[in-house]
């Protein structure tokens, strides 16, 4: 029954990444590792692509080769998204952004199966 239920209720990952980011290949490999235990629809964003809507919310959460930037003289650990949406939901919106179930990408396939978790009980 339960199995049935996951399945109605699938879950739409998105990754936020670019191209050269090495965090991004990180976070892959482990969504990889949940895709075999409980699939999911993938979607993936490059903010890099003109005119990404994207782009303006998380030009400095998504990292460049180095995964470091320098903001007011405080050195910042850049990290990036994934957002965590039912299946059915809408796709997903910059205003609507706040909302959105998140993990940043140092996340373990344990942390993205409790995020589904999460979902799947809304």
């Known amino acids: 029954m339960f199995a049935t239920r996951r399945l109605l209720q699938s879950c739409r990952i998105t990754l936020f990444t670019r191209p050269s980011c090495g965090m991004c290949d990180q976070a892959k490999e482990s969504l990889s590792k949940v895709w075999d235990a409980r699939p999911f629809a993938y979607v993936e964003e490059n903010i890099d692509i003109k005119g990404s809507k994207w782009r303006d919310l998380y030009d400095f959460d998504v990292p460049v080769k180095m995964n470091w930037f320098v903001e007011n003289d405080l050195l910042k650990i850049s ?44």
Do not use: N
């Open 79 to 122: 990290t990036s998204q994934i957002h965590i949406s039912k299946s059915s939901a809408p796709s997903e919106d910059v205003t609507t952004a706040s909302k959105a179930v998140k993990l940043m990408h140092r996340f373990t396939p344990e942390q993205v199966q409790a995020k589904m978790d999460e979902v799947d009980s809304k």
